[in-house]
Nanobody, 127 residues
Framework: QVQLVESGGGLVQVGGSLRLSCVAS????????MAWFRQAPGKDREFVGG????????YYADSAKGRFTISRDSAKNSAYLQMNSLKPEDTAVYFC????????????????????WGQGTQVTVSA
């Protein structure tokens, strides 16, 4: 059974930092693009950023550029989201996702392109 498990969420003050982790099990994703999405109450799930299979390419939503950094550790079958300078509008449930397609698949902003999802971790930024 393939699972993605996120952790690291919590309550943080404006301007603070959090590091989210996503650990995969059941199959290896070292050759697959991975991404982070988020969903705030009453809003659609939106793309935050993604990383290529080798980790050499990253792509971010405008809201994340300059503040968030995605990385991965293929040996640990894991991906990470470092979030700095957090704002109240960053409050959401954050989801890790992975594509089934391998190395030739691009990083996608589309939810429908990701086949595997975690259960999410809550991030709350207080003013």
């Amino acid at each position: 059974q393939v699972q993605l498990v996120e952790s690291g969420g919590g309550l943080v003050q404006v301007g603070g930092s959090l590091r989210l982790s996503c650990v995969a099990s059941g199959r290896t994703f070292s050759s697959n693009p991975m991404a982070w999405f988020r969903q705030a109450p009453g809003k659609d799930r939106e793309f935050v950023g993604g990383i290529s299979w080798g980790g050499s390419t990253t792509y971010y939503a405008d809201s994340a550029k300059g503040r968030f950094t995605i990385s991965r550790d293929s040996a640990k079958n894991s991906a990470y989201l470092q979030m700095n300078s957090l704002k109240p509008e960053d409050t959401a449930v954050y989801f890790c996702a992975a594509r089934h397609e391998g190395r030739l698949a691009p990083i996608s902003r589309q939810r429908s392109d990701y086949n595997y999802w975690g259960q999410g971790t809550q991030v709350t930024v207080s003013a």
